[in-house]
């Protein structure tokens, strides 16, 4: 039945199927497709196990400027709760004021990527963690000893340090705790979550035209599917500056040249601006950017072509896409 109905939504939507008519087809669907459904647990790696202590260690730590080099920046400086865990910035501002080349991502669900950042340069949450950190443009943390002694100074780090690690600062356990703390940055209770489990009247129609949209004629499930709404992979969309190389930086291949991390769409109501380098300012503007097939940049993927939406299925497309929205997560705007 699956099957059927997957290849039922492939087809271009025609005069005579109506919005109420998608709505009851995508109803019809036991199983939805391309893997989307209600989000799990998110993975825990073994070496590093969630505790209480251990998060509210990390949480101290996200949220403390003492990890930047002059005490003035914070992790959460960039990834502010307010603001969908970015910081509603086109482009990310480091260090004194220092101008990055990408947009700050959002870090809601990152405990589900297979890989961080939007070049894919760290594999794991607790190799992400202190990466802004050690770079000069980001939070210019001090070296590992100065920073391990300044915070074995903090009373509170102290004992939460040897509470939970049983010894002093280190920069690993710095990392474990920060990651521990970004494992609970999930988003998994939308009004999508609550369809995706059975309940059939936590969608409108419009939205569930949306859906239809979404995984058929507006090809927007070929990269972001599954229940993080990623594919995790990289492509070149056809956006963003000439010398920003994007994922070729980090394997040199050719083939990887101004291709970028597919970003999840859990909360992509909160997080504005769109894209890797922030060039567009609202959802309507990202859906007219692929609806006209993207952008000019060489080596764009071949799975960007002109699709020719309507207007009622772009708002549909965007009514959908608000359903991604966790409501405690909007709470903390």
Same mark, same amino acid.
């Given at each position: 039945m699956a099957c059927i109905a997957y290849a039922l939504l492939l087809v271009p939507l025609g005069r005579a199927q109506t919005f109420r008519e998608n709505a009851q087809l995508i109803d019809s669907v036991h199983e939805l497709p391309v893997g989307m459904g209600a989000l799990p647990v998110p993975p825990v790696p073994s070496d590093n196990p969630q505790t209480l202590k251990k998060i509210a260690l990390g949480r101290r730590l996200f949220f403390d400027k003492q990890l930047s080099g002059d005490g003035s920046i914070s992790c959460g400086s960039c990834h502010d709760p307010k603001k969908g865990l970015s910081d509603g910035r086109p482009k990310a501002v480091g260090f004194h004021g220092a101008a990055l080349p990408r947009r700050t991502p959002s870090i809601w669900n990152a405990a589900y990527n297979s890989s961080q950042f939007w070049d894919g340069r760290a594999t794991t949450l607790e190799e992400q963690a202190t990466g802004p950190m050690s770079s000069p443009n980001e939070m210019n943390s001090p070296a590992e000893v100065d920073l391990t002694r300044r915070l074995?100074?903090?009373?509170?780090?102290?004992?939460?340090?040897?509470?939970?690690?049983?010894e002093n600062p280190t920069l690993k356990d710095v990392a474990k705790a920060l990651a521990a703390f970004e494992r609970t940055l999930? %988003?998994?209770?939308?009004?999508?979550d609550r369809y995706a489990r059975g309940d059939k009247r936590a969608l409108t129609e419009h939205e569930k035209n949306g859906l239809v949209v979404f995984v058929g004629k507006g090809r927007c499930a070929r990269c972001h599917d599954g229940p993080n709404f990623t594919d995790n992979k990289f492509q070149n969309i056809g956006i963003g500056l000439q010398d920003d190389q994007g994922r070729s930086s980090i394997t040199g291949?050719?083939?990887d040249r101004g291709a970028f991390k597919t970003p999840g769409l859990r909360n992509v109501e909160l997080h504005a601006p769109y894209m890797h380098d922030g060039s567009l300012p609202?959802?309507? %503007?990202?859906?007219d950017y692929y609806d006209r097939g993207g952008g000019p940049r060489p080596g764009k993927s071949p799975f960007l072509m002109k699709i020719g939406l309507t207007e009622g299925e772009k708002r549909d497309l965007v009514s959908f896409l608000l359903s991604l929205t966790d409501t405690p997560a909007a709470r903390t705007r």
């Open positions: 074995d100074t903090n009373p509170y780090y102290q004992g939460a340090f040897w509470s939970v690690f049983g999930v %988003a998994r209770n939308s009004r999508f291949a050719e083939s609202t959802l309507r %503007a990202v859906i």
